[in-house]
């Protein structure tokens, strides 16, 4: 089975543009998590779709947002960059049943904000 | 009462010895708690993972022990080798919730 996909791997942006992160989960896989991987904050959750549906969400400010289709692939959109939105963008895919807790990661995107 | 505090921050260790590193968190509503390796450049990839109703599990190398009482537990890595030089985190769920919240991670450098 392939892992999780995301694209684009790197990506530079400037501050006030938006940008929008892509994640493929492992095929069969129905839930996608986004998490938000810094050196001063580690690892943050920022929100989790269940067929289609938002069913969990950090506590991250309205400028980042997401959605998930009907293939389960799920997209996560930052608009209004600011400098310290340069992170590791990390997606985690699950078969998405009651709390098993295991996710599989993707490598991550890494954005930058200049 | 979300955070899980995990320490120490790095580890170094020697090649056949035992690496330990420690989480404590508060929330009462925690009933899973894994613990990820990441290497540099990788996603974190699940190592091993517990639930609170058994005190210890082990897999292989790798052992996590869990006292709920201290709402503590740990990952003992035993005859550590240079391969497992990463950086591990600690993290927590509640039922029903799929999130997770990480600790702060270890950096675990193995020395041959």
């Known amino acids: 089975k392939a892992g999780v996909t995301q694209t684009p791997r790197y990506l530079i942006k400037t501050r006030g543009q938006q940008v929008t992160l892509s994640c493929s989960p492992i095929?069969?896989?129905?839930?996608v998590s986004w998490y938000q991987q810094t050196p001063g904050q580690g690892l943050q959750f920022l929100f989790e779709?269940?067929?289609?549906?938002?069913?969990n969400k950090g506590n991250f400010p309205g400028r980042f947002s997401g959605r998930q289709f009907s293939n389960s692939r799920s997209e996560m959109n930052v608009s209004t960059l600011e400098l310290g939105d340069s992170a590791l963008y990390l997606c985690?895919?699950?078969?998405?049943?009651?709390?098993?807790?295991?996710?599989?990661f993707g490598e991550g995107s890494r954005l930058t904000v200049l | 009462q979300q955070q899980v505090k995990q320490s120490p921050q790095s580890l170094i260790v020697q090649k056949g010895g035992i690496s330990i590193i420690n989480c404590a968190y508060e929330n009462t509503a925690f009933d899973y708690f894994p613990w990820y390796q990441q290497f540099p450049g990788k996603g974190p990839a699940l190592l091993i993972a517990?639930?609170?109703?058994?005190s210890e599990k082990k897999e292989g190398r790798f052992t996590i022990s869990f006292n709920k009482s201290a709402k503590q537990f740990s990952l003992h890595i035993m005859d550590s080798q240079p391969g497992d030089s990463a950086t591990y985190f600690c993290?927590?769920?509640?039922?029903?919730?799929?999130?997770?919240?990480f600790g702060q991670g270890t950096r675990l450098t193995i020395n041959p």
């Open positions: 779709y269940f067929s289609e549906t938002q069913r």
């Open positions: 517990i639930r609170p109703d058994v």
């Open positions: 095929s069969g896989h129905r839930s």
């Open positions: 985690a895919s699950s078969p998405g049943q009651a709390n098993t807790g295991e996710l599989f």
């Open positions: 993290a927590a769920s509640s039922k029903g919730a799929q999130k997770l919240v």
